[in-house]
């Protein structure tokens, strides 16, 4: 894959249970890291600000960018530690 496939999303942890979750189009926040929004490495900045805007308390506790790419319609982590956040530890 090329390098620009690698796309970002937004994740965090929900403020009332501490599940992963992740910034979706329309403004929420998944469980489902397929629902999260991709976006080219010139827009994350803007995502992640506006996955920490709004008044307080926010639904999540620290949101910040990970790399991920869309494989076979499914959006896939790059690194080990998100793919555990999103589908459980490995075997």
């Known amino acids: 894959m090329a390098e620009s496939d690698v796309k970002r999303i937004v994740t965090a942890n929900r403020l ?8 979706t189009l329309d403004g929420g926040w998944s469980a489902a890291i397929d629902d999260a929004r991709l976006v080219v490495e010139e827009e994350s900045e803007a995502l992640l600000a506006e996955a920490q805007s709004g008044p307080p308390p926010l639904p999540v506790v620290a949101p910040y960018l990970i790399e991920a790419r869309r494989v076979e ?4 982590p790059l690194t080990l530690r998100e793919v555990i956040r999103a589908f459980g530890p490995t075997i």
Request: glycine residues 16%; positive net charge; aromatic residues 8%.
């Open 16 to 23: 009332r249970d501490g599940i992963p979750v992740y910034r």
């Open 73 to 76: 319609g499914k959006v896939r």
